[in-house]
């Protein structure tokens, strides 16, 4: 699976950074069945923390290796 970032964002980001954006990432999930996630939100009113869920999956986004993206790591 892949995720293509759109070309206006990457125009926008190309223009702060004075460096090309990659837009082709690749996709990773794995499940999170040997881990322990949860997700805790701040209530607005209260101020208390409020448990919201567990996480069961997990997803990463990697840029696909290209010569922009080297030289945006250095």
């Known amino acids: 699976m892949t995720f293509t970032l759109s070309e206006e964002l990457a125009k926008k980001a190309h223009t702060k950074l004075g460096l090309e954006v990659p837009r082709g990432h690749r996709v990773h999930s794995q499940d999170t069945t040997k881990q ?3 997700v805790f939100s ?11 869920g567990r996480v069961t999956q997990r997803t990463d986004l990697q840029p696909i290796d290209s010569a922009a ?3 945006l790591k250095q």
């Open 36 to 38: 322990a996630l949860n």
């Open 69 to 71: 993206y080297m030289k």
């Open 42 to 52: 701040e209530a607005m009113e209260s101020k208390q923390l409020e448990a919201e």
